[in-house]
């Protein structure tokens, strides 16, 4: 009897049996996770049904003066469906909204912004479903070429500014000299009040840092699953919210 031959079956069915436990234990928390994610888009339809509807009387009146300027930003690969910008768009037309910034990482929506211009550059035309009309909206298209380029002009001014000069004093930069130089170069747009996400992850998708320092940002799930009662709520909480910007 091999002592070294029997130890080595011995750690390998011990192995196998973590293998199998490990594998069972994944699949059984994917399914939890599954479960939760069904249960959770039921709840959100039924309450997209119910404020869509109006049985719920706390959204219909949204305080729109509090958002003068909304930030949309729609994953690239869903900003190709411009069907479903478009019936986006109508919604926040009818909900009051007049300037709205649109951000997708490559560029797509720029693309197709002679579409939105065209369709949403005249007044009070009537739309299908739950909502009356649409009226007319200013749009800013951004990319994150757009941040990218800001960013290396500013940093090339401030450059000259503060270092070619051998003599000059080398200020540790700050994001008031990042401000000030994006303002010199005209590249300091408002920035958005409110941002919705449109996408399969929760982050800003690269939108420009420097334009969501006070902003209040909300994920709303992929695009395709877009609801109009969610973008309601999403816009009364945020006129509920107190912030504070410090002094």
Not at 148 to 171: H, I, M, Q, R, T
Request: contains cysteine; proline residues 3%; charged residues 25%.
């Amino acid at each position: 009897m091999d002592p070294v031959a029997e130890s080595q079956k011995f750690f390998r069915r011990i192995s196998q049996s973590s293998n199998i436990m490990l594998f069972l234990l994944w699949h059984v928390a994917h399914l939890i996770i599954s479960v939760l994610y069904i249960v959770r888009e039921i709840f959100r339809a039924i309450e997209n049904y119910l404020i869509t509807n109006g049985y719920v009387n706390t959204y219909t009146n949204l305080n729109l003066d509090r958002v003068k300027y909304l930030g949309i930003v729609i994953d690239s690969d869903e900003a190709r469906n411009t069907s479903k910008v478009v019936e986006l768009l109508e919604w926040l037309s009818a909900l009051g909204v007049k300037k709205i910034c649109l951000y997708d990482r490559e560029g797509v929506l720029k693309k197709s912004k002679a579409v939105f211009m065209e369709r949403f550059g005249s007044t009070e035309n009537s739309v299908a479903g739950p909502l009356v009309s649409k009226k007319r909206m200013d749009f800013e298209f951004v990319s994150i070429t757009d941040g990218k380029e800001a960013v290396a002009k500013a940093a090339n001014l401030l450059f000259k500014k503060y270092y070619v000069d051998g003599d000059s004093e080398k200020p540790f930069f700050t994001e008031t000299h990042l401000t000030e130089a994006l303002k010199t170069l005209g590249a300091v747009e408002p920035d958005p009040d409110l941002l919705l996400i449109y996408g399969p992850v929760r982050c800003h998708l690269g939108f420009p840092a420097w334009r969501i320092r006070y902003t209040e940002i909300v994920h709303m799930g992929p695009l395709k699953y877009k609801k109009f009662g969610l973008i309601m709520k999403a816009i009364h909480r945020f006129t509920k919210v107190k912030q504070n910007f410090g002094s």
